[in-house]
């Protein structure tokens, strides 16, 4: 079982990776002439955050000047940011594994209170039925 102390590292982490809402990642693809890279050539080259976190160091006018102030490399994550994409599979991991234990349990739980309330109204029925026989001269 996660425990709470993991729960809430977890959230901390997140936290600390995401403060300004969230990422996308920006495509590319492979310009050389015989590709053979996996994937049709099509790579994921930069993550977009949702600010800047790196000012260009490229002189006004060239082109990589307006690339380098909208996009977020990773090598331009905080320390935090990248810590967590790092482990993010097995954070991943497991809370899905949480959550299948979660699900496992509901559904115990369900069939539990459905043969309970099978037996309730059985009983039920039996003490209206003892309740009217009683009742009969
Ligand atoms: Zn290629």
Redesign the pocket.
């Known amino acids: 079982m996660i425990t709470q102390q993991r729960l809430d590292e977890i959230r901390t982490a997140v936290t600390a990776a995401t403060p300004n809402g969230p990422w996308s990642p920006d495509w590319d693809s492979?310009d050389?002439e015989y590709?053979?890279?996996p994937d049709g050539?099509r790579f994921i080259h930069a993550i977009y955050g949702p600010t800047r976190v790196s000012d260009s160091t490229y002189p006004e006018g060239s082109p990589l000047h307006t690339y380098r102030k909208t996009v977020t490399e990773v090598c331009d994550f905080t320390s935090e940011a990248a810590q967590f994409v790092a482990d993010a599979p097995q954070i991943v991991t497991e809370l899905l594994v949480e959550v299948e234990r979660q699900r496992a349990r509901a559904k115990f739980f369900e069939r539990a209170a459905s043969k309970a309330t099978r037996e309730l109204n059985r009983m039920a029925d039996a003490h209206e039925q003892c309740d009217v026989s009683r009742e009969e001269p």
């Open positions: 492979c050389e590709c053979s890279c050539g």
